[in-house]
């Protein structure tokens, strides 16, 4: 008889869910919010507030509903099949086309280093691709494959973020002047403009619900595993945040593809800049990796609860949605190869702006789901309430071109749902 496969332990799900959090975000998010000026600092505040009730309210309901799939688990329980669908397909869109940007900070920081890389058109796009197979082919090896995977590429990637930290709190200290002050004014617009490319950090702050099923002793790790995650990655975002603001110029990191490795080669010298730029690739791989796994469980979760095509129930050899992570992949891999001609930074932030504001609509419904699964519970309430507030917040700071391609994606499932809940109806007729 052939032995169960081990499941995910607490490290390998705190790994899990600090790994999916602390990726490309943190390496590439520095550049891109430089223009906001002290904007992006209120956009933290506003984020890592929003994250916490987000957190809050997953700790809770993984607890007390340790359901396999997460927010799709959770929706589906509380509103029934069409409202599971719709969450769940909203956040595997989520999560097929944000590989594509984390695929893509692996590449950028790996420019830094083989500079000939951002400098050919169409072969970011390429390497790109081939980040997705190789993690693609780790998940499918096996699940605690990719969990020791997570923990490794998470031990590696807070180093460079730790130093850059500490250097900060050194230029404090010996009295450095900061460098001078933005003159972007501080406005509510900005603010949210900052909240919604912010939350791209905190992207996977639910890892640890869903592949809850394949946990050991989930009742107790996925809560734990998702708070202890969040208070991490929240201290870290805002000690690299403020560094930037303080001590390098909004420009000269808005130009940067590779601003964390810039930030330490200025002290340290160019070859400081190339190592923590390979930290950096290893970090991005190591968030491709957690968030490939999501992307293969959510589809099987899904079909396993009846509201996708069955194909994608069965498990490979190894206990792994085999099929789910090919089509999954494919998917990605399409989304990024046809946005080819874009630079890398425009290439990350299209990318990112659009699978978020496709994904929002599942955290939406899972903090409602909240509510209407545990109304006994006050605490949890205000944190889901806090929680959709701010992702309504977040999806209006996103804009509206990227709302309109995440609606246009998530609008998309419509006919799939309809196809397979009719081929139900008709089996059952028969």
Not at 11 to 38: D, E, F, K, Q, R
Not at 214 to 233: C, S
Not at 306 to 319: E, I, L, N
Not at 364 to 381: D, K, V, Y
């Amino acid at each position: 008889m052939t032995a169960k496969p081990r499941g995910l332990n607490f490290w390998m799900v705190l790994a899990l869910c600090v790994g999916n959090m602390v990726g490309s975000g943190i390496y590439l998010l520095p550049g891109t919010l430089a223009p906001l000026g002290t904007n992006q600092l209120y956009g933290w505040m506003v984020t890592i507030a929003g994250a916490t009730c987000l957190a809050g309210a997953f700790a809770r309901m993984g607890a007390r509903l340790p359901y396999s799939g997460g927010p799709y688990a959770y929706a589906q329980a509380a509103f029934g099949p069409f409202a599971g669908f719709a969450t769940a397909w909203s956040y595997w869109v989520m999560l097929w086309a944000g590989n594509g940007a984390i695929a893509v900070a692996v590449v950028s920081n790996l420019s830094l280093v083989v500079p000939w890389i951002g400098k050919t058109p169409g072969v970011p796009a390429v390497l790109a691709v081939g980040c997705v197979w190789a993690m693609t082919w780790i998940n499918i090896r096996g699940v605690r494959l990719a969990g020791t995977f997570s923990v490794v590429t998470t031990a590696l990637k807070l180093m460079p973020l730790v130093l850059l930290i500490a250097l900060a709190l050194w230029f404090a200290a010996s009295g450095m002047p900061r460098v001078a002050a933005s003159q972007v004014s501080i406005s509510p617009g900005a603010i949210a403009t900052a909240a919604g490319l912010t939350f791209w950090g905190f992207l996977g702050l639910e890892s640890a619900t869903v592949p809850a099923g394949k946990v050991e002793n989930a009742a107790r790790v996925v809560p734990l595993a998702t708070l202890v995650g969040v208070v991490l990655t929240g201290v870290v975002y805002f000690g690299i945040s403020v560094a930037f603001w303080a001590y390098m110029p909004a420009s000269e990191a808005a130009a940067s593809p590779a601003p964390v490795a810039d930030f330490l080669g200025r002290t340290f010298g160019g070859g400081m800049a190339s190592v923590v730029a390979v930290f950096a690739a290893i970090s991005a791989f190591g968030t491709l990796n957690g968030f490939i796994l999501l992307q293969g469980e959510m589809p099987q979760a899904m079909a396993r609860g009846g509201v996708f095509p069955q194909w994608f129930a069965k498990d490979g050899s190894r206990g792994t949605p085999v099929r789910a992570h090919v089509v999954s992949s494919l998917l990605l891999s399409a989304v990024t190869l046809l946005n080819y001609g874009r630079g890398l930074g425009d290439l990350f932030q299209f990318i990112a702006s659009v699978s978020l504001a496709a994904g929002m609509l599942a955290y939406f419904m899972s903090m409602l789901a909240a509510i209407r699964l545990l109304p006994e519970e006050r605490g949890l309430i205000l944190m889901a309430l806090g929680g959709a507030a701010f992702i309504g917040w977040a999806t209006w700071g996103l804009g509206a071109s990227a709302v309109g391609y995440g609606l246009g994606l998530v609008l998309a499932g419509v006919p799939v749902y309809l196809a397979v809940r009719g081929r139900q109806e008709l089996a059952a007729a028969e």
